[in-house]
């Protein structure tokens, strides 16, 4: 005990040494905020919070935990549904903040790309790529607080994926410290590259248990010409399917995101935000949230495609009313009922959460089946989905039953229910976590679902990078001598 003790306080001189006091701190109320995960599901402890404030630093501060067999807990904004950003209970793991490294490094208009540092916030840099009249094509709504080495890392989706792809299909280039503190560094991005294997997109999606993200360079696209945000209400997810299918046909490379709301999370919603008025007068079981746009040149032609749009789906019974937003704030308004779901579902109350796929055809005969067959065997519970019908990915939340203790009833009746539907989603070819990642919460169950084949071959990636498994322990695929077991 004394020489652990020993060994972690010159660990800690050290790492002050090298980080300076902006740089390291153990100040509890410093620590606090970001030791529990954005659902409030898991809370850690750590031996400090350090900031270190460009690549070198991170460099050298890695090595120093190796020397000192010390963990490491990377962290962004800690918006992960997963609790990949939350440390262990033990106390022994340096919780590494990449928030401070928020530089733009360079912003090539011409060549429509960005390098920025880890820390950049993904709103700062929609604004920033808005002042030189491009676009970031990728948003969701954890935009204010997640950030690029987390979006990086978590391989992050949102509303966009439809058309644009996830984080996979915008990393041109990316710097990253590995276990042994060397850093990788293929931020020149050249469009034809064959030097052997995709080390770039390894680290895509690895949950920083393969490396730290330092930067990324990024694409970019030309602005928007216009926007149309239609809210469209339906009489069942069978119906958005159908309505999904209208417009891919008619509107094409328009479309740019396609989202179902279900009434009890629109009038989740509406109670949670005083102030946001629903955008239709009746009641539908079923919105859809389509966003069509159109370059700088097809501007014009984009009021009469959605007219058309809408015309013939109302003639093929494909909705039962719509409204096309008359402005920007309305867009924006119709865009914040759908981005403030998940924020109003926590607050209603306990709830396991899936992020699911299954073949987008299949996306709404699964929901159909699949809730009431949750709904009978866990009794009081609710099933409801919304999100990404456009992707085959939706967010399958089951609510507890009223009075359920927040806390316990997760640990008990939500651990069997999680598995039933991930039991559900696997028969139904389809993957447990389509877009936050597995981290801690679903670690379990990618050990008991997952391919004996491809787990083989990521825990052969992360012993061969990280053979001590200092980082992020206990996270998506541990190793056997992992320290960290949730
Ligand atoms: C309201 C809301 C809506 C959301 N909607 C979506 C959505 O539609 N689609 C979606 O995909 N996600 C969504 N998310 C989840 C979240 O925003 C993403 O997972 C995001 O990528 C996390 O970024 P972060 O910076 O907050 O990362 P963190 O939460 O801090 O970390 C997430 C994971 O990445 C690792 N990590 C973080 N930074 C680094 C780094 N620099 N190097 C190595 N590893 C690192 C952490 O260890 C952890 O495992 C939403 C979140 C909220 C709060």
């Known amino acids: ?61 890695v090595k120093l935990c190796a020397k000192h067999d010390v963990p490491i807990v990377p962290q962004g904004g800690n918006s992960g549904m997963s609790g990949g950003a939350t440390p262990d209970g033990t106390g022994e793991a340096l919780l590494l903040s990449l928030r401070r490294m928020d530089a733009i490094r360079d912003f090539d208009a011409d060549a429509r790309q960005v390098t920025c540092e880890a820390g950049v916030i993904l709103q700062s840099l929609h604004k920033k790529a808005e002042e030189h009249r491009l676009r970031f094509p990728l948003t969701l709504g954890g935009k204010g607080s997640a950030t690029i080495g987390g979006l990086v890392s978590t391989n992050a989706g949102g509303t966009q994926v439809l058309r644009h792809g996830t984080m996979r ?39 920083g248990t393969l490396g730290i993200v330092t930067a990324a360079t990024l694409r970019l696209l030309p602005e928007s010409g216009d926007r149309r945000v239609i809210w469209a209400g339906l009489d069942s997810l069978q119906m958005a399917r159908k309505l999904l299918l209208h417009c891919e046909r008619l509107a094409g490379d328009s479309l740019e995101g396609f989202e179902v709301v279900p009434a009890h999370s629109l009038a989740a919603v509406l109670d949670h935000l005083p102030d ?22 097809e501007a014009e032609a984009l009021g009469g495609t959605t007219e058309e749009l809408l015309e013939s789906a109302m003639k093929q019974d494909l909705l039962g009313d719509a409204v096309v937003a008359a402005n920007e704030t309305q867009a924006e308004a119709f865009w914040q009922l759908r981005d403030s779901i998940a924020p109003a579902e926590r607050a209603i109350g306990p709830a396991m959460q899936h992020d699911i796929s299954v073949p987008v055809a299949r996306m709404a005969d699964f929901v159909e089946a699949a809730s009431p067959m949750v709904e009978k065997r866990f009794p009081g519970t609710r099933a409801i ?31 069997a229910i999680s598995a039933y539907v991930h039991d559900l989603v696997t028969e139904w070819g389809g993957s447990i976590s389509a877009e936050h990642g597995i981290g801690q919460v679903k670690r379990d169950e990618l050990g008991r679902l997952g391919g004996p084949v491809a787990l083989a071959v990521m825990r052969s990636v992360k012993q061969a990078l990280d053979p001590r498994g200092l980082l992020n322990p206990g996270k998506l695929v541990p190793l056997a001598k992992d320290r960290a077991t949730p």
């Open 385 to 415: 989905a919304f999100g990404h019908l456009g992707d085959g990915n939706v967010h399958f939340h089951v609510l507890a039953p009223a009075g359920a203790a927040r806390g316990e009833w997760e640990k008990s009746e939500g651990k």
């Open 276 to 297: 946001a008025r629903a955008p239709l007068v009746g009641k539908h079981s079923w919105n859809a949230l389509i966003e069509l746009v159109a370059p700088a040149d």
């Open 1 to 61: 005990m004394g020489a652990a003790m020993t060994q972690s306080d010159t660990f800690l001189a050290a790492a002050a040494d090298l980080l300076g006091p902006r740089g390291l701190t153990r100040d509890a109320d410093l620590l606090a905020p970001w030791l529990t995960d954005w659902r409030g599901r898991f809370t850690g402890k750590a031996l400090a919070l350090a900031s270190p404030a460009n690549t070198g630093e991170v460099a050298r501060l």
């Open 169 to 207: 299909a915008q990393v041109l280039g990316l710097e990253a410290v590995l276990a042994d503190g060397s850093v990788l560094d293929t931020l020149t991005p050249l469009k034809k590259d064959n030097r052997g294997f995709d080390l770039k997109q390894l680290l895509i999606g690895s949950e």
